[in-house]
Each structure stands twice: as structure tokens, then as C-alpha cells.
């Protein structure tokens, strides 16, 4: 299964699709980054792949 997930343009830090995809809007995790990440920054095929495959992507 290919995991999907979204890199802060700011800080690198790495972010699982699933978490974004639960709260949509999320802050940063890295230390000190105030960037906020959200669903909808991920690319449309990227979250269509996710959609297609939630359940899949369910722990
Ligand atoms: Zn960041």
C-alpha cells in the first residue's frame, strides 16, 4: 500500500495524509513551525487516491 502523506513546505517535517484527512487543518508538528497544513494542499490525485482508499488507510 502506498502511503501518502504531505511535507511542510516550510520545515520538512513529514505528515501522514490519514491525520490531515481527520482534523483537515492542522498545525505543523516541527519544532518551532507555524505553518499550518491542510487537507486540501495535498494534489488532487493524491486525494482522490486517499478517498478511493480510506478504508485502507484506517489503523
Ligand atoms: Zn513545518
Known amino acids: 500500500m502506498r502511503i501518502i502523506t504531505h511535507t511542510c513546505p516550510d520545515c520538512g517535517t513529514v505528515v501522514a495524509a490519514n491525520e490531515l484527512e481527520s482534523t483537515r487543518v492542522e498545525k505543523c508538528p516541527g519544532v518551532d513551525c507555524e505553518h499550518v497544513l491542510q487537507f486540501d494542499d495535498l494534489p488532487e490525485h493524491e486525494r ?5 482508499n480510506r478504508d485502507r488507510y484506517r489503523l
Open 48 to 52: 482522490q487516491h486517499f478517498l478511493a
